[in-house]
């Protein structure tokens, strides 16, 4: 806290609390080098980041995209005037399934929009060759990917573009943030214009642009955030090994299990409950730990198909979507924070083995 009083201290001191000021300049290039990315854009939250991404890359017509996210990706799509598509995600790590992606094109189609679901990449290699073949871009929505590698590679370096979130739920946050991930320097200048107004200059306006910018404040907070990301990222490793070892052998339980190839970053521990095996509805769990005052969350519950604006979509009836479907019937995710302590995981354990 000190420290962060300090940073305040010198941002108003300098009085430049926006607008590429020094601490959003250093956030930025720290970031980039933490991340393994070469060149990065910050915002002031996921949401705008991903509508101005769409902006950026002229989407328009038709996005492919997954049910099972939080509602803000398929948001930024409405508010851009562009359809969204649902197409159903695959059962092992509840991304979007790459072999049903083709079915979907239409003449309208212009992008791909999927999701790393719990920071699990995405079938990135599959992805990319259909969007290849019919000339799609690709944006991956990577609110939950942040730090993880893949064979030693960051996964927010494919696709066209990649979209972070720094909301105060994340694994990484600056109270609200996100950021766009891009591979050249004229990109990142034009998503730079278009986050502050499509400011050129001083007086020069080259498109209509949104005010998406991070200001100061939120940019230390980021590099604070930075200095003990690792130490985060290790204590939630050791709270889901301690989840993993108890309710492996639990009937009527089943978890995602993490590949051996990937960096993860452990930022949520979901669970998926068979109704039949378990003796209990997931939704009855949910209500138990409620009770307890023990919060976990049904993320994604409901699928964005299923909410009012887009329920009348032909991608979005449930029997196009049964995989989904079934998965956000089931999932639970549990309580996962680095300061969470061994006696609140054991009065967790209880809860779940005593039905």
């Given at each position: 806290?000190?420290?962060?009083?300090?940073?305040?201290?010198?941002?108003?001191?300098?009085?430049?609390?926006?607008?590429?000021?020094?601490?959003?300049?250093?956030?930025?290039?720290?970031?980039?080098?933490?991340?393994?990315?070469?060149?990065?854009?910050?915002?002031?939250?996921?949401?705008?980041?991903?509508?101005?991404?769409?902006?950026?890359?002229?989407?328009?017509g038709e996005v492919i995209t997954t049910p099972y996210s939080f509602v803000a990706t398929t948001h930024a799509l409405w508010w851009n005037n562009i359809k969204p598509v649902f197409v159903d995600v695959e059962p092992e790590f509840c991304n979007l399934d790459s072999k049903k992606i083709e079915a979907a094109i239409t003449p309208k189609t212009t992008a791909i929009l999927p999701v790393h679901v719990y920071g699990n990449p995405c079938d990135t290699e599959a992805i990319q060759e259909i969007a290849d073949r019919y000339g799609l871009?690709?944006?991956?929505?990577?609110?939950?990917?942040?730090?993880?590698?893949?064979?030693?590679?960051?996964?927010?370096?494919?696709?066209?573009?990649?979209?972070?979130?720094?909301?105060?739920?994340?694994?990484f946050n600056?109270?609200?943030?996100?950021?766009?991930?891009?591979?050249?320097?004229?990109?990142?200048k034009r998503i730079d214009y278009l986050k502050?107004?499509?400011?050129?200059?001083?007086?020069?306006?080259?498109?209509?642009?949104?005010?998406?910018?991070?200001?100061?404040?939120q940019s230390a907070f980021g590099l604070l955030q930075l200095k003990t990301i690792d130490k985060n990222i290790l204590a939630r490793k050791e709270i889901a090994d301690f989840y993993c070892k108890h309710l492996d052998n639990i009937d009527g339980i089943e978890r995602i299990v993490v590949p051996e190839n990937l960096h993860y970053n452990y930022g949520y521990f979901p669970v998926f409950i068979d109704e039949q095996k378990y003796g209990m509805t997931r939704d009855a769990l949910?209500?138990?730990?409620?009770?307890?005052?023990?919060?976990?969350?049904r993320y994604f519950y409901p699928l964005i198909s299923q909410f009012p604006t887009y329920r009348g979509l032909e991608s979005a009836r449930p029997e196009n979507l049964p995989v989904a479907e079934m998965i956000t019937d089931s999932v639970i995710c549990l309580p996962i924070y680095p300061d969470l302590t061994r006696d609140d995981l054991k009065r967790i354990l209880d809860i779940i083995l005593n039905k």
């Amino acid at each position: 806290m000190d420290e962060f009083t300090d940073l305040l201290k010198d941002i108003w001191g300098r009085k430049w609390l926006t607008n590429n000021g020094k601490y959003h300049q250093d956030f930025e290039k720290a970031l980039a080098d933490y991340l393994g990315v070469p060149y990065i854009s910050l915002f002031s939250n996921g949401t705008l980041a991903l509508i101005s991404a769409l902006q950026v890359l002229n989407i328009t017509g038709e996005v492919i995209t997954t049910p099972y996210s939080f509602v803000a990706t398929t948001h930024a799509l409405w508010w851009n005037n562009i359809k969204p598509v649902f197409v159903d995600v695959e059962p092992e790590f509840c991304n979007l399934d790459s072999k049903k992606i083709e079915a979907a094109i239409t003449p309208k189609t212009t992008a791909i929009l999927p999701v790393h679901v719990y920071g699990n990449p995405c079938d990135t290699e599959a992805i990319q060759e259909i969007a290849d073949r019919y000339g799609l871009k690709v944006i991956y929505d990577a609110a939950h990917a942040f730090g993880v590698k893949q064979n030693g590679q960051s996964i927010l370096n494919f696709g066209d573009l990649s979209i972070l979130s720094f909301h105060a739920t994340k694994v990484f946050n600056t109270i609200e943030g996100g950021a766009i991930v891009c591979h050249d320097e004229k990109t990142k200048k034009r998503i730079d214009y278009l986050k502050n107004f499509g400011f050129a200059g001083e007086t020069e306006v080259i498109a209509p642009g949104i005010n998406a910018k991070m200001n100061e404040v939120q940019s230390a907070f980021g590099l604070l955030q930075l200095k003990t990301i690792d130490k985060n990222i290790l204590a939630r490793k050791e709270i889901a090994d301690f989840y993993c070892k108890h309710l492996d052998n639990i009937d009527g339980i089943e978890r995602i299990v993490v590949p051996e190839n990937l960096h993860y970053n452990y930022g949520y521990f979901p669970v998926f409950i068979d109704e039949q095996k378990y003796g209990m509805t997931r939704d009855a769990l949910y209500e138990k730990l409620k009770a307890n005052n023990i919060f976990g969350r049904r993320y994604f519950y409901p699928l964005i198909s299923q909410f009012p604006t887009y329920r009348g979509l032909e991608s979005a009836r449930p029997e196009n979507l049964p995989v989904a479907e079934m998965i956000t019937d089931s999932v639970i995710c549990l309580p996962i924070y680095p300061d969470l302590t061994r006696d609140d995981l054991k009065r967790i354990l209880d809860i779940i083995l005593n039905k």
